[in-house]
């Protein structure tokens, strides 16, 4: 069940299909912040004074667009990259899982690709 991509064509590294998904995550995390923001407004009116919730919401909207930023960076990374290092994809994945849900299990994966991939190139 080794599936890579040789010069003729052929099957498509399973790293390349989990990459493509996490990118669509991290659209679909942007679509939501984006359809969102007036729910982020009144989270952040409903927990702070008037005169600080700017402060609130605008810290609310750095936190998802640091998780949607670390979604892409980690599905680009997994596209592009021919080998994975625990070091990049750890963090990314953790920050990601921020998010929650499907965010979670996809990084989960990464990881298991990652140390997947270690392990098979460490074997003799």
Known sequence: MNAELN???GT???KRVIGAAVVAFAVHIVFQLIN???ALKQT???FSTPEDSFWIYAGLVFVNCLI???AGVLGVYLIRSKELLLRYTVPLAVVMALFGGLSVILG???IGITVAQKCKSNAI
């Open 12 to 14: 498509v590294p399973i």
């Open 36 to 38: 969102n923001v007036g």
């Open 68 to 70: 949607a930023t670390s």
């Open 44 to 46: 952040a009116d409903a």
């Open 7 to 9: 010069s003729n064509g």
């Open 108 to 110: 989960i994966v990464v």
